[in-house]
């Protein structure tokens, strides 16, 4: 099959996608790009993306700015906003912004479904409609929210109107929140002198660039994980050139990355090797070899011209300003021989030889559990076991950074270099430096060495308050909240008090929020398992830590 998505090769282009996914033994298709949710791989960007977005909900009225190139992933972002916004919100979702002022009005009023008479044309009467609605929101604790897809082909007028929009006000606060997503253009329409006044009210704004190197393999792993991959589909010999050609934009990793194992389906490979690869990025970009082989052509021709235009310039100034060496210095060369560090070599990380691999994962949870200093019993299942100690299981796909930010002992999924997965314990982190456990052995292991033969998932226990039975939202109540209360306090530099009532009332979330915001978590005030980790690490515990004790005696 020649052609990528020609008419002719859709239903072909289908079919072959749906026996590859069998192929693999995937659950579903991994490099979809429609907007999903669970596959939003959030890297430090993304992380903070999210993080902005539900901040500018929570606040108190204005414009928040998201932008980024093509393909960057802000379109998943406010799909991942969506699940996240607390249930007194109402969302009215743009999508296509080159409209008039009247039907962009209309658009937000279909989208709330707000009434206004058959076949209006007056911009008025479609405002009182929107405040009415605004008015009668707020006085039933609910806010309103209009988030623009593409905001960067919006016209003069229709951004001024929109401006007009958020003076739509009580006493107390705006009425309306508004989120802005588009290309990068759309901060430079915000920078003209005209749009000085909408610029000025935008309270947050955040830029997503492209991945690095490091994120995109990170990235590929974790869709692969979700899409349930039980091996290493893109060894780590095809990266660079899947980085060199999707230039670290994840819709273009996900379309090469997705004819890449059609083609590696075709062939009959369990794998995607290299030259498997570049010739889906070939496709996918629509450029041959002979243009390729042209263009690097050119590339080396520029390179050796400045090359040799840079060594004469260079002779020419040695002969012209020749230092004189001092005539006490010997002629010996004194420059020291480089040292390469250990560390500095790249590994792929193997399961240790005369060790059955068959049992990583349950040797993994026997080191997990002693670290908590609790017996393991090998029959039973880990996470019921933790259980009756009050602790919980909890399993999240992320990065390094996202589990020294939980800091706690964990259990990883790593792959070796022929695909073969096995389980492993990192019982402590400083410096970049790993102690893993696999089996019996300890090893101390870099972090760029983890992340190039991890997907992403991993396993921590967590300490449960005390009759905690699930996430506290607004109006929970119970002996919770007390401990919320006094662990609040405690994070503040408060000394605690009792609270008059077990209520988690609208005080308590502004604070809990606050505290979310400060720990990079995010701020929708409702109070799960990572708040409660970050906690207990603000306020100190008896758990085991990954990062700030030495790991445990084995």
């Given amino acids: 099959m020649n052609c990528i998505f020609p008419d002719p090769c859709i239903s072909i282009y289908i079919h072959k996608s749906l026996m590859y996914k069998e192929h693999f033994g995937l659950k579903e298709l991994p490099f979809s790009i429609s907007p999903d949710p669970r596959y939003l791989y959030l890297s430090e960007q993304h992380r903070e993306a999210l993080a902005h977005l539900v901040y500018g909900i929570s606040s108190d009225g204005g414009f928040v700015l998201l932008t980024g190139e093509v393909g960057t992933?802000?379109?998943?972002?406010?799909?991942?906003?969506?699940?996240?916004?607390?249930?007194?919100?109402?969302?009215?979702?743009?999508?296509n912004p080159k409209v008039s002022v009247k039907e962009l009005l209309a658009s937000f009023c279909d989208e709330l479904g707000i009434s206004y008479p058959e076949g209006n044309k007056s911009i008025k009467v479609f405002v009182d409609r929107i405040n009415t609605y605004l008015l009668d929101a707020y006085a039933k604790g609910r806010k309103t929210v209009m988030i623009i897809e593409e905001a960067q082909n919006l016209n003069p007028d229709v951004l001024e109107?929109?401006?007009?929009?958020?003076?739509?006000?009580?006493?107390?606060?705006?009425?309306?929140?508004?989120?802005?997503?588009?290309?990068?253009?759309?901060?430079?329409?915000?920078?003209?002198?005209?749009?000085?006044?909408?610029?000025?009210?935008i309270t947050a704004r955040y830029h997503i660039g492209r991945l690095s190197r490091k994120?995109?393999?990170?990235?590929?792993?974790?869709?692969?994980?979700?899409?349930?991959?039980?091996?290493?589909?893109?060894?780590?010999?095809?990266?660079?050139?899947?980085?060199?050609?999707?230039?670290?934009?994840?819709?273009?990793?996900?379309?090469?990355?997705?004819?890449?194992?059609?083609?590696?389906?075709?062939?009959?490979?369990?794998?995607?090797?290299?030259?498997?690869?570049?010739?889906?990025?070939?496709?996918?970009?629509?450029?041959?070899?002979?243009?390729?082989?042209?263009?690097?052509?050119?590339?080396?021709?520029?390179?050796?011209?400045?090359?040799?235009?840079?060594?004469?310039?260079?002779?020419?100034?040695?002969?012209?300003?020749?230092?004189?060496?001092?005539?006490?210095?010997?002629?010996?060369?004194?420059?020291?021989?480089?040292?390469?560090?250990?560390?500095?070599?790249?590994?792929?990380?193997?399961?240790?030889t005369g060790q059955p691999i068959e049992k990583s994962q349950t040797l993994a949870f026997?080191?997990?559990?002693?670290?908590?200093?609790?017996?393991?019993?090998?029959?039973?299942?880990?996470?019921?076991?933790?259980?009756?100690?009050?602790?919980?299981?909890?399993?999240?796909?992320?990065?390094?950074?996202?589990?020294?930010?939980?800091?706690?002992p964990a259990v990883l999924k790593l792959f070796d270099d022929?695909?073969?997965?096995?389980?492993?314990?990192?019982?402590?982190?400083?410096?970049?430096?790993?102690?893993?456990?696999?089996?019996?052995?300890?090893?101390?292991?870099?972090?760029?060495?983890?992340?190039?033969s991890w997907t992403g998932d991993f396993v921590i226990f967590w300490r449960t308050p005390g009759n905690y039975h699930g996430s506290m939202h607004q109006g929970y109540q119970g002996p919770e909240v007390e401990w919320l209360y006094q662990k609040l306090s405690l994070a503040q530099g408060v000394k605690p008090q009792s609270l008059k009532s077990p209520v988690y009332d609208e005080s308590l979330v502004k604070q809990v929020k606050k505290f979310q915001l400060s720990e990079g978590l995010l701020s929708d005030g409702?109070?799960?398992?990572?708040?409660?980790?970050?906690?207990?690490?603000?306020?100190?515990?008896?758990?085991?830590?990954?990062?700030?004790?030495?790991?445990?005696?084995l």
């Fill in 161 to 201: 109107q929109i401006r007009l929009l958020t003076n739509l006000e009580t006493n107390q606060q705006k009425l309306l929140q508004i989120i802005m997503v588009g290309q990068p253009e759309l901060r430079d329409m915000l920078s003209k002198p005209e749009l000085l006044q909408l610029s000025q009210r």
């Fill in 418 to 452: 022929t695909g073969k997965s096995f389980y492993v314990t990192v019982t402590d982190f400083q410096n970049n430096i790993a102690t893993l456990m696999a089996g019996k052995e300890q090893l101390e292991v870099d972090k760029k060495d983890i992340e190039r």
């Fill in 366 to 408: 026997q080191s997990l559990f002693r670290q908590w200093n609790l017996p393991y019993q090998e029959k039973d299942e880990a996470c019921k076991q933790a259980e009756p100690h009050g602790l919980r299981c909890l399993k999240v796909r992320g990065s390094l950074n996202d589990l020294v930010r939980l800091n706690r």
């Fill in 526 to 553: 409702v109070v799960g398992s990572q708040t409660i980790i970050h906690l207990n690490n603000a306020t100190g515990s008896n758990e085991p830590l990954l990062v700030g004790e030495k790991a445990k005696k």
């Fill in 215 to 352: 994120e995109m393999e990170a990235y590929v792993n974790y869709r692969l994980s979700v899409a349930g991959a039980g091996s290493k589909l893109f060894p780590d010999s095809v990266m660079n050139n899947l980085y060199r050609f999707s230039r670290g934009i994840p819709r273009m990793v996900n379309i090469i990355c997705d004819r890449a194992l059609l083609g590696a389906y075709v062939q009959g490979k369990s794998s995607v090797d290299r030259k498997t690869l570049i010739n889906a990025a070939h496709e996918v970009t629509g450029k041959t070899d002979i243009q390729i082989r042209k263009r690097k052509l050119l590339q080396w021709i520029a390179a050796s011209l400045l090359l040799i235009s840079s060594l004469a310039a260079l002779g020419v100034t040695y002969f012209t300003y020749k230092p004189r060496r001092p005539a006490t210095i010997a002629s010996e060369s004194f420059i020291s021989p480089i040292k390469h560090s250990e560390s500095a070599k790249s590994v792929t990380l193997h399961w240790p």
């Fill in 73 to 95: 992933g802000k379109t998943t972002v406010c799909r991942c906003l969506l699940e996240q916004t607390p249930e007194y919100s109402d969302i009215a979702f743009i999508l």
